[in-house]
């Protein structure tokens, strides 16, 4: 890695953590002193907690390839997003504590496994600690690429931090209505941080790109989950994609939205259902009507045969 021999990673990190004194590491602002293991809303002190990591089979096929993507799921999350299928992990300390020293092995260990990448989910309230871990990682031999796996709430300030080092960004892009962010997400301004991140990412990394493997390289990789009578909203994200960010971005709309989390018949009845078929295919027809063509299908030969050396 290019920043680690000229020592800017150093510096990243450096840099990261002083945003933990009053921390400012994501949109929320909370100005907790978490260098002093202080925390608000994210439940996360001075280090970041690790649910689990493991090669994981279930992520787009540029990603997973045939080893896997080896990702590190953090626990706790800077959403409070009441449909979460991964409650127990997003809104609970789930898992250990990881230290630098502790999440760089993991790292090393994906990578010992055969993992094409090292895929980091919901890191938006930990980007301090993964450039802290990272140098020490790099310097032991870390070689893949490493895939940022947010919720798309981040601070434009930690993805700056991020110039360089990530490889490729998998925003999930809600919601564009901040009335529907406010009641189903907990996050009034999500619509606008996921658009000038996404902006953001579009300028660092660009449009997804495959390697002679057909798998990903670099770039964003934006997924959506369509969610019940939500069309026009869906149309909207469908339109900035294409219009304001790349009519080439790499797009995985994804149906397997269930009610989960919070979701009961008597609380948030209004997706308190399955989505259907009609509603899966009329948010692909909208996002090729607003111009968009690159679609994730689950199919490796709709970009380039994946191929096992």
Partial sequence: MKLFRTGELYRRSREGLKHLKSCKV??????VDRLNDEWALCKTGRYAWVS??????????????????????????????????????????????????????????????????????????????ILE??????QMGLRLPLVYNTGAYDSLESLRLMDGVVDIYMPDFKYWDEGLSAEYLKAK???????????EMQQQ????????????????L??????????????????????????????????????????????????????TETEQQETVRAAR???????DTRNPTAHRALVRP
Avoid at 89 to 114: C, F, K, N, W, Y
Avoid at 205 to 220: H, I, P, S, W, Y
Avoid at 289 to 295: D, I, V
């Fill in 133 to 138: 871990a990272l140098p020490l990682a790099v």
């Fill in 222 to 275: 934006v997924r959506h989950l369509v969610m019940p009578d939500n069309a026009e909203d869906s149309r909207r994200i469908m339109r900035f994609l294409a219009q304001e960010v790349s009519p080439h971005t790499y797009i995985n709309i994804m149906d397997q939205y269930r009610p989960a989390g919070k979701v009961t018949p008597n609380r948030y009845h209004g997706i308190n259902r399955r989505t």
């Fill in 189 to 199: 301004k999500y619509p606008q941080a996921a658009r000038a991140v996404i902006r």
């Fill in 289 to 295: 009507e607003e111009g968009l063509y690159r679609f």
């Fill in 26 to 31: 994501c949109p929320r602002d909370c100005e």
């Fill in 205 to 220: 990394v660009g449009d997804l790109v495959f390697d002679e493997n057909g798998l990903a390289k670099r770039g964003v």
């Fill in 52 to 129: 689990s990591h493991f090669p994981h089979f279930g992520e787009e096929d540029c990603l997973r390839g045939w080893n896997g993507s080896g990702t590190i799921f953090f626990s706790m999350c800077n959403l409070k997003c009441v449909f979460c299928q991964n409650y127990d992990i997003s809104q609970h300390r789930d898992g250990v504590e990881a230290r630098p020293e502790t999440l760089a092995q993991m790292m090393l260990e994906l990578q010992e496994r055969g993992c094409h990448n090292i895929n980091f989910v919901t890191p938006e309230h930990v980007v301090p600690q």
